[in-house]
């Protein structure tokens, strides 16, 4: 068990479902994708005309004037069924959380939203190339981000229990090589109405994110940052933190997990306590 799967890693755990004070970005989220779900499928009818203006069409590759549907996209889902927004919802409420809590509100973000534009790419250049679709194929539904959060989340917690068809207790990494590996079979089978590419390319972007230790709002120009109040004052203070300092640090929480891992969580002391929760500080400010 790592350092990541234990409660003093965190200050706070994930909160549900909670419309009062500050909202997580998983919920606000949920609440687009559930709003225009809503007025779509209940106001609109019977053309749902929203879900259909907001989805990626084979035809918009060619036509920049189009290319906002691959973002928009991601926020629609089947007007005629719950469970298509149901689903991805779900898992984005049972998974996102801990994804959103390792990386910070802003990352997760900026993760989620490249994966959308990311999976309905994927999806066009596939079905433009390989699956001879017509230009009026449409796709739409946030799929391919969750499947990146699920890649995400099983890599992060490996170990952590997923309750497979709600009922079948698994690891996470389990859980997660028999949704994508289901994506994979799937792929071959040109008769399937899901986007399957899309899936497979928020996974491997994921996969990408984890290995590669991205973190994407440092990639960005300083011009293109979200700006924060941090971002416009100027510091009144300067503070200086040698490398050295957190080289000791890493190598002493190294040390503490392996004698958690050997003995228990119970035998450390408080001074141990207090390295690894030094340690989570440090990481969770890494990727803000």
């Known amino acids: 068990m790592g350092l990541s799967d234990r409660e003093y890693y965190r200050e706070e755990q994930p909160r549900g479902f909670d419309l009062s004070g500050p909202r997580t970005m998983v919920t606000n989220l ?69 994804v959103e809590q390792r990386y910070g509100r802003m990352e997760f973000l900026r993760i989620y939203l490249v994966m959308i534009v990311l999976s309905a790419f994927v999806w ?17 539904g946030a799929s391919g981000a969750v499947s990146g959060i699920l ?14 068809m709600f009922f079948i207790p698994m690891p996470a990494w389990v859980f997660g090589a028999i949704i994508i590996g289901m994506d994979v079979v799937n792929s ?21 994110y984890y290995k590669g230790r991205w973190n994407l709002g440092r990639m960005l120009p300083g011009k293109l940052r979200w700006p924060t109040k941090a971002m416009t004052r100027k510091p009144k203070l300067r503070v200086h933190a040698p490398d050295d300092v957190y080289n000791n640090l890493d190598g002493e929480a190294d040390r503490v997990l392996d004698k958690v891992h050997r003995y228990g969580e119970e035998s450390l002391t ?14 969770r400010q890494k990727h803000r």
């Open 30 to 98: 949920i609440l687009i994708n559930v709003g225009i779900f809503l007025i779509d499928a209940l106001l609109l009818q019977p053309d749902h005309w929203l879900s259909a203006g907001m989805g990626m069409k084979i035809g918009s590759l060619t036509e920049p004037w189009n290319w906002w549907q691959l973002l928009t996209s991601g926020f629609a889902h089947d007007p005629t069924t719950i469970m298509h927004v149901g689903g991805n919802m779900l898992l984005l409420f049972f998974l996102g959380r801990d």
């Open 270 to 283: 408080p001074q141990e306590r207090t390295t690894l929760e030094a340690y989570s500080r440090r990481m």
């Open 124 to 140: 066009a250049l596939c079905g433009k190339f390989f699956m001879d679709y017509g230009p009026q194929h449409l796709c739409y």
């Open 188 to 208: 071959f089978d040109s008769t399937s109405q899901t986007a399957h590419s899309a899936h497979l390319a928020g996974a491997a972007f994921a996969f990408a």
């Open 151 to 164: 890649v995400l989340f099983a890599m992060n917690f490996p170990r952590r229990t997923i309750l497979f």
